[in-house]
């Protein structure tokens, strides 16, 4: 009932792009923060970006690592959330998963990888 799917991961070739859905449904999505995460194989998990709800006035934050590259954006009115990701590097093949922090909620995750 309340879920987080994500979906959009698939093989890229380095420079590429892909963007990542996460359809959210059981909660007010438009009231929650929303993060994307991601976990590198053998490694642990990383936090990628960050979206306030409308009371924050929907500010975003990025990762050193992605800043400039990705952009994270929420769709309230589809209860969806959006990471795009451009002139992806092997460095981003990751599992990347949607969290609702509030609400200790993630998604299944969506698998990413950047290969020639």
């Known amino acids: 009932q309340v879920q987080l799917v994500e979906s959009g991961g698939g093989l890229v070739q380095p420079g590429g792009s892909l963007r990542l859905s996460c359809a959210a449904s059981?909660?007010?999505?438009?009231?929650?923060?929303m993060y994307w995460i991601r976990q590198a194989p053998g490694k642990g998990l990383e936090w990628v970006s960050t979206?306030?709800?409308?009371?924050?006035?929907?500010?975003?934050a990025y990762a050193d690592s992605v800043k400039g590259r990705f952009t994270i954006s929420r769709d309230n009115a589809k209860n969806t959330l959006y990471l795009q990701m451009n002139n992806l590097k092997s460095e981003d093949t990751a599992v990347y998963y949607c969290n609702a922090p509030h609400l200790s909620l993630w998604g299944q995750g969506t698998q990413v990888t950047v290969s020639s």
């Open positions: 979206i306030l709800n409308v009371a924050g006035g929907g500010s975003t």
């Open positions: 059981g909660f007010t999505f438009s009231n929650d923060w």
